[in-house]
């Protein structure tokens, strides 16, 4: 059931925004709703980062307290005015929508993949270090463990 389903939900998925990276914010499936990451997840995501410090601004090559780089917030579909504005302001909306886009452009190959619901170790993963190819790479392993050790799982 759950492989049909993520079949049906990947070719949505990838027909809804072909040669696009991610919906308009306006759209009826939005990537918001099709990444299911909890907030939850999203707090363990950014205590590992930096301690969830919202002060942080941007450094060297990455912003605020998720840490993203301008080249995962271009592939999250580059939300809000610049990358730096985005991720790198207290507020964290901007940030978690740019995650939120990122991961749902893989939820359906991952749920065809997987057969099964996703779960913040899968989300962990993706956005660590990709979609399937680097989901399951030694350093998506460590970070995984790393999120772990914060006391999420």
Not at 28 to 39: D, G, H, P, V
Not at 129 to 152: E, F, H, I, P, T
């Given at each position: 059931m759950y492989l049909l389903l993520g079949l049906v939900l990947g070719i949505m998925l990838w027909s809804a925004h072909l040669g696009e990276s991610c919906w308009a914010p306006d759209s009826?499936?939005?990537?918001?709703?099709?990444?299911?990451?909890?907030?939850q997840c999203l707090a363990c995501i950014c205590q590992v980062e930096s301690g969830c410090d919202t002060s942080r601004g941007c450094t060297a090559n990455k912003c605020g307290p998720y840490q993203i780089t301008s080249a995962y917030w271009a592939a999250g579909g580059s939300i809000g005015a610049d990358w730096e504005t985005c991720t790198g302001v207290p507020d964290k909306t901007c940030a978690e929508d740019t995650i939120k886009c990122y991961l749902g452009q893989h939820v359906g190959a991952l749920i065809v993949h997987h057969g099964r619901l996703l779960t913040c170790e899968d989300w962990?993963?993706?956005?660590?270090?990709?979609?399937?190819?680097?989901?399951?790479?030694?350093?998506?392993?460590?970070?995984?463990?790393?999120?772990?050790?914060?006391?999420?799982?």
């Open positions: 009826t499936q939005s990537c918001f709703e099709a990444a299911a990451i909890t907030n962990v993963r993706v956005h660590h270090a990709g979609g399937l190819d680097g989901m399951n790479s030694a350093s998506a392993d460590a970070y995984w463990r790393s999120v772990q050790a914060a006391g999420c799982s």
